[in-house]
């Protein structure tokens, strides 16, 4: 008997609702989605304001983002009640959303599948999801009025939307609770949904059956009522997010994380703008991207410039520009000011962590190349743009100095070794700045060692324009870049190893855009596979503590972090000591973004929050991989308490300091 109950099982989807109730609530729910539709459309042309292009146009793309970024919430995973409530909400929403769909098409399709096992299962499984949802409510509500975070955004609709939210699930439970009660579901049925029966058992105990669906009537229509006001507010409040999350997250460009979008410039030509000085100067996709944010501050988190007191929030541009796509206003000096885009490193952190994938850095770049454009530079970072066009280098020297770091080593030359396998690209830092032409040195001393086939370019090399393009002097990089490429084409360079990871990113992410296509490689890759050939070796120990330092370019930007540690002999090295913020998840040294060439106060350095999270490891010895980071943490140790006792070296000093004499 109980196996023909169980076939058996469904429920009426609109039981005790009249037919000309049923009429009305249509009538309402269409009228709140119509409400939803005419606000979301006012967004839609808010966006077609911006200029046309700047999407993506590969469906795959699309399709592996959202299953990757929205379904499987990639960025979203972290130990944390932020992660854990968004996770509940997330699951249980999706679930009942699928849940009430299916419903719908099980009423009011060819086939009503809705009965038997399938029944029984679909309600064990929404009751599952629906108490997922109510509990991850009461966490948000929890965390907002008594946890929440400085970096977490946060207005008076959100506990509108919280509530409805809440009220939704509650109010859901107690219609199924209701219509088990008056309908007297049989228990072996009712038992799988477990929440109506248990509420049904413990709190509806005695209620005579015209009450139960009394109540029941009152309790749907209320439902109802919660469902179409959820519908008709959802583009006035955070939850909008749900729609232009995907969208963003399907519709973003796909490039390389360091490679900014160059400036055409028959179009400056023809228009006479650079960069963006109004909000409609921003691509569609960019707009988009604004109303795509929820506020939750992770970005804000990550944030080097945040962290030391800089007049910059990742989040506070985003949602400044928001408000300006809606209202009159002027960009430059109104809505966001000089100060704030110049303290951004471009670390790119904050792309990093967003959950729907906008891109901040591409937005700060954009402003920035006006800014350069009307002349708003001055100071050390304008004189280092100058001297990048006169003498091809930020530091001023004569070009003809570049070779200057490799005297008495025997350095093979383009000309004096024409049929070279890897061209060294030494870099600016590495040619000129005195502490980093020691890397230099390490390097080339290594690749002898290791019986690699180089070659440098000696004065022939200048200026990749990351610096230049970094800052926002598109015209300069572009300059540097094309001449760099002729160069290379016409030394046939196919192989190129250097160990500044913002050269690296230049050459590999960038250069394709004016037709440099090389096969190019961090030094760290190539020391690594020499380690592993048995042509290098890591030697033993020293027996001091070490920690390592990943530069933003070479980890966050290029996702290398295990060719870094192999060089180290991480694994051999039992006083290896891993900061809290490693790989991927690296802390900035301050350098970048052009930020090499700023002044700041000793207080609003980057490089002294590192060099603390450096010395709490207890190492004594502090590695890294990036010219830039090595000149930025030493001077971050000097500065700190304690931090005078440990050095500070590149990792190919550090392996040469550890190879064995012959």
Known sequence: MIAIAMDNATREVFGNIAPWMQVVFFVMIAA???????????????WRKGQPGGFERDWRVWVRRLLEYGLAQKRVHKKSLGALLHLLLFSGFLVLTIGTTLLGIAHDGPYNFHHGWYYLIYELTLDIFGVAFCLGCVLAMYRRAFQRPASLGHNPRDWWLLGVLLSLGLTGFLVEALRMHYTQVQPEIAHWSVVGWLVDVTMLRGLEVDSARSMHLAAWWLHAILVAAFFATIPVNRFLHVITGPLNIALRPERPMGALVPLQMEEVEQTGLIGVSEIEQFTRQQLLSLDSCMECGRCEDACPATATGKPLSPKKVVTDLRW???????????????????????????????????????????????????????????????????????????????????????????????????????????????????????????????????????????????????????????????????????????????????????????????????????????????????????????????????????????????????????????????????????????????????????????????????????????????????????????????????????IAELLLNRQKPS
């Open 32 to 46: 709140s989605i119509g409400v939803l539709v005419w606000q979301f459309v006012a967004h839609l042309r808010l």
């Open 324 to 650: 300006l796509m809606g209202h009159s206003g002027e960009l430059h000096g109104e809505t966001i000011q000089a100060e704030t885009l110049w303290a951004c490193t471009m670390c790119q952190a904050c792309v990093q962590e967003c959950p729907v994938l906008i891109g901040h850095v591409d937005l700060i770049s954009d402003m920035r190349r006006h800014l350069v454009g009307e002349g708003k530079l001055s100071g050390p970072p304008a004189r280092a743009l100058q001297q990048i066009g006169n003498q091809s280098n930020p530091y001023g020297r004569p070009n003809s100095d570049r070779l200057a770091w490799a005297k008495g080593l025997g350095v093979p030359t383009v000309e004096t070794n024409p049929h070279f396998d890897y061209l060294f690209w030494v870099g600016c830092a590495a040619s000129f700045d005195p502490r980093a032409q020691k890397v230099a040195r390490a390097t080339a001393q290594l690749l002898k060692e290791g019986g690699v086939s180089f070659a440098v370019l000696g004065p022939e090399e200048s200026c990749t324009g990351d610096p230049a393009r970094r800052i926002g002097d598109e015209f300069l990089f572009q300059q540097r870049a094309q001449t760099n490429v002729e160069t290379l084409t016409r030394h046939k360079v196919k192989k190129i190893v250097t160990p500044c990871p913002h050269c690296y990113n230049t050459l590999k992410n960038e250069y394709p855009q004016f037709g440099g296509q090389y096969e190019v490689q961090h030094h760290s890759t190539l020391l690594a596979e020499l380690v592993g050939e048995g042509r290098l070796s890591t030697g033993t120990s020293t027996g001091e503590p070490i920690t390592f330092h990943d530069p933003c370019y070479l980890a966050r930007v290029s996702g290398e972090v295990d060719a870094t540690r192999t060089v180290i002999g991480v694994n051999t090295d039992a006083q290896f000591r891993e900061m809290p913020r490693h790989g991927k998840k690296t802390f900035c040294c301050g350098a970048g973004g052009g930020r090499m060439w700023f002044d700041e106060s000793p207080a609003q350095r980057v490089s002294g929050l590192r060099a603390q999270e450096a010395l709490a490891t207890g190492a004594r010895t502090l590695a890294t991989a990036c010219p830039f980071c090595l000149n930025m943490m030493t001077d971050g140790m000097a500065g700190t308490p304690g931090g005078e006792n440990v050095k500070v070296l590149d």
